[in-house]
């Protein structure tokens, strides 16, 4: 039998973001980039936590190329397929 959550479920229309004051000038002085270390290998990612969807028309060598350009984590991906397709 489904069991019937009754938690209070909120929309678009319920929730108001709010600007927070900064001391940055423009949006392009924000940095994306963040760190995050693996809790059971302890190895750490410091890059920009974007992952391309795994679909056809997104998931693709030229969205990989684009990823690699702006700190994608892809590189050695991108290696790995060019080796087995004998480099493209």
């Known amino acids: 039998m489904p069991r019937i959550d009754m938690d209070v479920k909120l929309d678009f229309k319920d929730v108001l973001f ?3 004051r900064s001391s940055l000038k423009s949006r392009s002085e924000v940095d994306l980039r963040r760190t995050f270390t693996f809790r059971n290998s302890k190895q750490s990612y410091h890059g920009i936590p974007i992952i391309a969807a795994n679909m056809d028309t997104t998931g693709t060598f030229e969205m990989a190329q684009v990823l690699t350009l702006h700190c994608g984590g892809v590189e050695g991906f991108c290696s790995q397929v060019s080796k ?3 480099g493209l």
Do not use: A, E, L, Q
Request: charged residues 35%.
């Open 18 to 20: 709010r600007p927070k």
């Open 84 to 86: 087995m397709f004998g």
